[in-house]
């Protein structure tokens, strides 16, 4: 099955330069491989970036949030599997390879961990991808058909902590089958800032939430080659 990797992208036009290249090696003679940027922010830098490695660009109206960006990408993508990653994202070098394998099982959709070496909340966050009980947006591949079936991001509030939570309550809902590989790594840049923001907290609180309830309505499938 080919590929299309989504990728929203929002005023960080240096850290998307970085994951783009990462990705380039990895699909370099593919020809069912292709990656979208969608821009969120509108920046010369960014579509400067994408003409310059030859990436399909896309821009949103304007700050529209990650959950619409992903739906717009979704609309120009060729392949029967769409796959998410964030911009500030580096990808393990066999990222794109374990997404295909993936998809080898019967299931629906596929996650996989984010790592961080240096921030001191991943450790814990990363625990719970382990135990299979929180499904990260920046790491997701589904079947387009399923996708589109469920209406994608569509109706889900368009939010810093919402669209992720929205589809994974229609996959739910849906009874589909969503696996687990844990060779399906990315890294994600500490995020040590964050601990002075008024919301981290907020955040992490609602993350523990989410948790609970996936853990206790969600079936997930363990993938191993």
Known sequence: MGVSI???????????RKLLTSLINQI????????IVVDDGNSIETKKICKEIGIK?????????????RELGSKYAHYEILAFIDDDEHPDNQWVKSIREAFKKDIDAVYGPISSDTDPFYPFIHSFTRTKSVLPTGNFAIKKKVFEE???FKECPFSDFGEDWCL????????????????MLVYHPPRFLKLYRRNYFKNKFIAMFRHLYLKKNLKIYPLSY
């Open 150 to 152: 469920l209406c994608g």
């Open 6 to 16: 989504i990728i929203p992208t929002y005023k960080r036009p240096e850290s998307l």
């Open 28 to 35: 370099e003679q593919k020809k069912d491989i292709e990656i």
């Open 168 to 183: 994974y309550n229609k996959l739910i809902s849906a009874h589909k089958k969503i696996g687990y590989y844990e060779k």
């Open 57 to 69: 660009y896309i821009k949103t109206k304007g700050n529209e949030g990650p959950g619409h960006a």
